[in-house]
């Protein structure tokens, strides 16, 4: 079957380095992507990996693995604005219309 | 910027009612997409549509039905609204089937049945 897995809940301290791992089995892949979520509000793209190695984007970068079927997503400097839950997906191979997500890590950014 | 609109923030409806959730983007996007999100299960998809009038099932299509008249708006239907189906839906939309192209979410409906 398909799945995708990442903690269920993380807390960091403000300035901190934190980093959300995210582990996938899927039929096909056609890129990886991970999206931020403040409750109560619509996800919103963070970044997107193909190919192996380090997407660096100013305090967030993401990590892909496509041989272990791992990313992960590395936040720095921690602001208390992080504090949200993160998505890590995967687009399939079925031409690429689906996408499935992982159930989301809450991130707590403490002072 | 992209902007994907929907028709409610909070819906309250009784088991049985027919419940239409509408979705408008303003980006000509041929890809649109229903999700319903619950604690601990994630995203996970209804139908999505890749062009108008066409409409394919996604991973838990039981009891939902879509219509995509014209390609800004796409519609979820409950036919016969029940309490399991009480759960927060997002639609998205997506210009192309590849690359990096990414999902535009809108702000969400969050939906109880009584």
Redesign the interface.
Known sequence: GQN?DQP?EMTATEGAIVQINCTYQTSGF??L?WYQQHA??????LS?N?LDGLEEKGRFSSFLSRSKGYSYLLLKELQMKDSASY?C?VRGGD?????I????TRLFVKA | DVK?TQSSRYLVKRTGEKVFLECVQDMDHE?MFW?RQDP??????IY?S?DVKMK?K?DIPEGYSVSREKKERFSLILESASTNQTSMY?CASRGG????E???????TRLLVL
């Open positions: 995708i269920t056609n890129g992507f109560g509000e619509a996800p919103t793209f997107y193909v998505l997906a031409g690429g219309f689906k996408t997500f992982g159930a989301g | 994907v890809n999700y601990g299960l994630g995203l996970r998809l999505f890749y394919e996604g997002l089937a590849g690359g990096a990414t999902q535009y979410f809108g702000p969400g």
